[in-house]
């Protein structure tokens, strides 16, 4: 079956593109493009051309299983140029996502016109490649530099308004978007016709704006190539002739998609597309999700029910008596009116989300939850507590979740009744806004109850990795041997400056002692304290030494930095000097560069101690975990790429 066809509505020709399940520009789409703008251009009934996609979305962008292989002609940028210049003028009636090379073969179209559900986009830098068939050249004839720049090196799509607003589309419609589509093409034909993008005339800021956006961009990459590449583009577009640009932005283009950026985000890219439907769930259905029911109202429940609730799940949350009840309802709805003052909610939305909660300190609120998610005090006794009363007020088929980070989920279910409903489901805080979930079932975990823990991610938007039982599961095992390492450099007479100077030299946004001065020192204090209290053998680390001294961090004033009053720029400080003195045993001395190989060499390390002990399925797994988890710059892949990479280059 072909996958362009050509229909007809009097003299306008409808192009049709059905490439499922995304329309994705593969060479026979590109073909296919190619030969109906020939065909028609022949044909002397038609006087303008519809383009339009069948399925859920228009043209979402190149072909996946194309990447990393030569390209075949037609090339896009050709077939762009070719629907430019076709003899009849093309309106592309966008519905879904027009992305990458989609919105590209869009904006070669004379008109674009859109659903009001539709959006926009060039998302190549997350990809660590530039638009490459006129992305960073079209663009800004369109909308202009200023909104091209934003658009281009975010790599964020905009809704069919906004991309209305700033010119990159010419009509909105509410529905019946063919024939809407259709009228507009007949109606453009009774006026003088706009000329082509590519002969639009951009104007070009002075060398100030491109100064200021160039800091910019480069302080929001964090270390990425592929933006500030692409503003180079830009800047080519808006001070060369058309062709000179485009040959700019096609050399760039092939420069980076090459490059080890590149390969890197692909392979986040690939691992990201996999995550959400395991191979080895997908016959299973799970339960269905219409009500949940969320058991601790503090930080982490209080996230935890806010993404329910954007997701459009009913939630019942719970708490111990009435203070701690509405405790939690107030940092629940101070969610919510954050959202409104970032502009991410209206006022009406933050209403209905949290009309959507019931407050209660009644677990029998809780018959009716298909999903149940503990959140409580990170203590064995007090959840465990909890499942006893969950197990007497919940049906016996719904989904009975803990959210640890550190306790064995096997002695929480302990005891259980119909324990194969239960499963551990690990939030990073704030619940509302990471996007890991990691998922760690237990021996008893049926099949449909860890589907539905997928399903759940699904709906919340979130990255789902499957656990395995251990200590700090993936993504807390790796912090606490790559924490344990930096201390160990420091031991060795490593700075601590240097050490967090180096990793986010790497791509960081914080090195590990700063990020711990953040979080607070005492929080793995009290881990490890609760791990000796059980018995167990627990080497004391540096942390120890600062916490018992008072220094938990930045809101004691000082952790293993010192902050002024009011502040929070860390200040090298004599008194962690003194502390640590005698733990000070070397004076070892190592760059930036070899510091952060040495303990991406370490993470990687514990990802195949974890790997080998079959807690993680896959590498691609553990990279997950640590950049939407832990802040890994997503360019480099996360430690399991990196380190591969680390150790050819070693052996190379």
Same mark, same amino acid.
């Given at each position: 079956?072909?996958?362009?066809?050509?229909?007809?509505?009097?003299?306008? *020709?409808?192009v049709? #593109?059905?490439?499922?399940?995304?329309?994705?520009?593969?060479? !026979? @789409?590109?073909q =296919? %493009?190619? /030969? $109906?703008?020939?065909?028609?251009?022949?044909?002397?009934?038609?006087?303008?051309?519809?383009?339009?996609?069948?399925?859920?979305?228009?043209?979402?962008?190149?072909?996946?299983?194309?990447?990393?292989?030569?390209?075949?002609?037609?090339?896009?940028?050709?077939?762009?140029?070719?629907?430019?210049?076709?003899?009849?003028?093309?309106?592309?009636a966008?519905h879904?996502?027009?992305?990458?090379?989609?919105?590209?073969?869009?904006?070669?179209?004379?008109?674009?016109?859109?659903?009001?559900?539709a959006?926009?986009?060039?998302?190549?830098?997350?990809?660590?490649?530039?638009?490459?068939?006129?992305?960073?050249?079209?663009?800004?004839?369109?909308?202009?530099?200023?909104? *091209?720049?934003?658009? #281009?090196?975010?790599?964020k799509?905009?809704?069919?308004?906004? !991309? @209305?607003?700033? =010119? %990159?589309? /010419? $009509?909105?419609?509410?529905?019946?978007?063919?024939?809407?589509?259709?009228?507009?093409?007949?109606?453009?034909?009774?006026?003088?016709?706009?000329?082509?993008?590519?002969?639009?005339?951009?104007?070009?800021?002075?060398?100030?704006?491109?100064?200021?956006?160039?800091?910019?961009?480069?302080?929001?990459a964090?270390?990425?190539?592929?933006?500030?590449?692409?503003?180079?583009?830009?800047?080519?577009?808006?001070?060369?002739p058309?062709?000179?640009?485009?040959?700019?932005?096609?050399?760039?283009?092939?420069?980076?998609?090459?490059?080890?950026?590149?390969?890197?985000?692909?392979?986040?890219f690939?691992?990201?597309r996999?995550?959400?439907?395991?191979?080895?769930?997908?016959?299973?259905?799970?339960?269905?999700?219409?009500?949940?029911?969320?058991?601790?109202?503090?930080?982490?429940?209080?996230?935890?029910? $806010?993404?329910l609730?954007?997701?459009?799940?009913?939630?019942?949350?719970?708490?111990?008596?009435?203070?701690?009840?509405?405790?939690?309802?107030?940092?629940?709805?101070?969610?919510f009116?954050?959202?409104?003052?970032?502009?991410?909610?209206?006022?009406?939305?933050?209403?209905?989300?949290?009309?959507?909660?019931?407050?209660?300190?009644?677990?029998?609120?809780?018959?009716?939850?298909?999903?149940?998610?503990?959140?409580?005090?990170?203590?064995?006794?007090?959840?465990?507590?909890?499942?006893?009363?969950?197990?007497?007020?919940?049906?016996?088929?719904?989904?009975?979740a803990?959210?640890?980070?550190?306790?064995?989920?096997?002695?929480?279910?302990?005891?259980?009744?119909?324990?194969?409903?239960?499963?551990?489901?690990?939030?990073?805080?704030?619940?509302?806004?990471?996007?890991?979930?990691?998922?760690?079932?237990?021996?008893?975990?049926?099949?449909?109850?860890?589907?539905?823990?997928?399903?759940?991610a699904?709906?919340?938007?979130?990255i789902?990795?499957?656990?395995?039982?251990?200590?700090?599961?993936i993504?807390?095992?790796?912090?606490k041997?790559y924490?344990?390492?930096?201390?160990?450099?420091?031991?060795?007479?490593?700075?601590?400056?240097?050490?967090d100077?180096?990793?986010?030299?790497?791509?960081?946004?914080?090195?590990?002692?700063?990020?711990?001065?953040?979080?607070?020192?005492?929080?793995?204090?009290?881990?490890?304290?609760?791990?000796?209290?059980?018995?167990?053998?627990?080497?004391?680390?540096?942390?120890?030494?600062?916490?018992?001294?008072?220094?938990?961090?930045?809101?004691?004033?000082?952790?293993?930095?010192?902050?002024?009053?009011?502040?929070?720029?860390p200040?090298?400080?004599?008194?962690?000097?003194?502390?640590?003195?005698?733990?000070?045993?070397?004076?070892?001395?190592?760059d930036?560069?070899?510091?952060?190989?040495?303990?991406?060499?370490?993470?990687?390390?514990?990802?195949?101690?974890?790997?080998?002990?079959?807690?993680?399925?896959?590498?691609?797994?553990?990279?997950?975990?640590?950049?939407?988890?832990?802040?890994?710059?997503?360019?480099?892949?996360?430690?399991?790429?990196?380190?591969?990479?680390?150790?050819?280059?070693?052996?190379?």
């Amino acid at each position: 079956m072909s996958v362009v066809s050509i229909s007809r509505d009097g003299d306008i *020709a409808i192009v049709t #593109v059905d490439n499922p399940p995304v329309n994705a520009l593969s060479q !026979a @789409l590109r073909q =296919g %493009l190619w /030969d $109906a703008a020939a065909t028609l251009d022949a044909d002397p009934s038609v006087r303008a051309v519809v383009l339009i996609c069948a399925g859920r979305t228009f043209i979402a962008g190149a072909d996946v299983t194309e990447f990393g292989k030569p390209p075949l002609e037609p090339h896009l940028p050709d077939l762009v140029d070719r629907i430019e210049g076709a003899e009849k003028p093309w309106t592309a009636a966008i519905h879904g996502s027009a992305l990458g090379g989609g919105f590209e073969v869009a904006m070669g179209c004379r008109f674009r016109v859109a659903l009001d559900s539709a959006s926009v986009g060039l998302p190549e830098v997350t990809l660590g490649i530039v638009p490459g068939a006129s992305g960073t050249v079209r663009t800004p004839r369109l909308a202009g530099i200023e909104a *091209a720049v934003d658009l #281009v090196t975010s790599g964020k799509p905009v809704r069919a308004a906004k !991309a @209305l607003s700033l =010119g %990159l589309i /010419d $009509a909105v419609f509410a529905s019946d978007l063919q024939a809407n589509a259709v009228a507009f093409a007949r109606d453009a034909l009774t006026c003088d016709l706009p000329p082509p993008v590519s002969a639009r005339p951009v104007a070009a800021p002075d060398a100030a704006f491109w100064d200021s956006r160039s800091q910019a961009v480069a302080k929001a990459a964090k270390g990425a190539d592929a933006p500030l590449r692409a503003l180079g583009c830009l800047r080519k577009a808006a001070e060369a002739p058309f062709a000179e640009a485009m040959a700019f932005e096609r050399q760039t283009f092939l420069d980076l998609r090459g490059s080890d950026q590149a390969a890197a985000l692909r392979h986040v890219f690939f691992a990201e597309r996999a995550a959400p439907r395991p191979a080895h769930l997908r016959d299973v259905d799970p339960l269905p999700l219409r009500r949940a029911g969320v058991v601790g109202g503090g930080t982490m429940g209080a996230g935890i029910a $806010a993404a329910l609730r954007d997701a459009g799940i009913p939630v019942t949350l719970i708490e111990r008596d009435g203070q701690a009840l509405a405790r939690g309802t107030a940092t629940l709805r101070g969610i919510f009116e954050n959202a409104v003052k970032r502009g991410k909610l209206s006022d009406a939305q933050a209403r209905d989300r949290m009309a959507g909660v019931t407050a209660t300190t009644d677990h029998a609120a809780l018959a009716d939850a298909d999903l149940v998610i503990e959140a409580v005090f990170e203590d064995i006794a007090v959840k465990r507590a909890v499942f006893d009363r969950l197990a007497r007020a919940c049906r016996p088929d719904a989904v009975l979740a803990t959210n640890t980070s550190y306790l064995d989920p096997r002695l929480i279910a302990n005891g259980l009744p119909h324990p194969d409903r239960f499963i551990g489901l690990h939030f990073f805080s704030p619940a509302n806004v990471m996007r890991l979930l990691e998922i760690v079932p237990v021996p008893e975990t049926s099949d449909r109850t860890l589907a539905t823990g997928f399903a759940l991610a699904r709906l919340l938007n979130k990255i789902p990795v499957q656990s395995g039982i251990c200590e700090g599961f993936i993504g807390n095992r790796i912090l606490k041997r790559y924490r344990a390492s930096a201390e160990a450099l420091v031991c060795q007479g490593i700075a601590i400056a240097d050490i967090d100077a180096a990793m986010r030299g790497y791509g960081f946004a914080m090195g590990p002692f700063e990020a711990q001065d953040l979080g607070g020192l005492d929080i793995a204090f009290l881990q490890r304290e609760g791990a000796r209290a059980a018995g167990r053998t627990v080497p004391e680390t540096l942390g120890d030494i600062l916490v018992r001294a008072g220094r938990k961090g930045q809101k004691t004033g000082g952790g293993w930095y010192d902050y002024a009053p009011g502040e929070r720029r860390p200040q090298p400080s004599a008194a962690v000097a003194d502390l640590l003195a005698d733990r000070i045993t070397g004076s070892a001395r190592m760059d930036r560069d070899s510091i952060a190989r040495h303990l991406i060499g370490e993470m990687a390390a514990e990802g195949q101690a974890i790997l080998d002990e079959g807690i993680a399925a896959r590498a691609s797994d553990i990279d997950l975990v640590e950049i939407h988890g832990y802040g890994f710059p997503r360019w480099r892949g996360g430690p399991m790429f990196a380190g591969a990479s680390l150790a050819s280059s070693r052996t190379g």
